[in-house]
DNA sequence: CAGCATACCCTACATTGTAGAGTTCACGCC
DNA sequence: GGCGTGAACTCTACAATGTAGGGTATGCTG
């Protein structure tokens, strides 16, 4: 895509780490999109996603211990870069201003 | 991408297409983009999305009588259609709750 | 007619998004 | 001590979206 601005999929990405801080990985970030975006994810998109945005700088991961008190493999928590954080503020302020005075004329069209 | 939900950038151009209005066409767009989002885009980028948008129903294009008043080919105007803006509405709403409290922690994050 | 600005189209390719099956690990059970 | 189950992550192949950049058309103006 731009290799400038991430996509939206990513940027939901890092909106669920934001959200889970301490408690952000893979697993508990596709919950987390299910529950608040409405939306299924599989693992595949979440954890391609993941590298590429581990890659470009803009998330780290950090190999959990051993396994806390229930089964399964050991989590790989995430969290976001300084770069990481920039990058969502501009793409905050980037849709603010795009759509400002949007709503408003939304209402209008049949 | 999802097939359900527009790109990033698909909806940067709705959204220009709504703050445009009658005056929504390919070039005024590019303009408008350039303006609000401070991003450049190719007229490749520009058509080849506003031609997918209008596939899917979400925009749709009026060829413009003969050249108004200064130079150029006819211009092709756009406009949103009802689903381009109840797109539009969800993608809004959307966001909207992947955003609720993440601006106070992402002060935070250095 | 040449130069220029507006406006749009086309092709080829890069990046991003997605599905779905597979792997690994730990637990509890019988 | 093999078996089922659920958590968690990996891999591969492909579909959708995004982008660059040159090309075409139209009408000014000199």
Do not use: H
């Not at 996509?7 to 301490?22: K, Y």
Request: hydrophobic share 40%; no cysteine; glycine share 12%.
């Amino acid at each position: 895509m731009s290799g400038e601005f991430p996509g939206e999929f990513e940027v939901m990405v890092m909106l669920a780490v934001v959200r889970l801080g301490d408690d952000a990985y893979g697993w508990s970030v596709a919950q987390e999109l299910e529950r608040v975006a409405g939306r299924a994810v599989s693992s595949g998109a979440l954890y391609t996603t993941i590298n590429r945005l581990e890659q470009k700088g803009l998330l780290r991961t950090r190999q959990g211990e051993g396994t806390e008190d229930r089964g399964g493999r050991p989590r790989r928590y995430l969290a976001l870069t300084p770069a990481g954080a920039e990058s969502l503020r501009r793409a905050r302020d980037a849709m603010k201003r795009l759509w400002a005075g949007v709503n408003a004329k939304l209402g209008e069209v049949r």
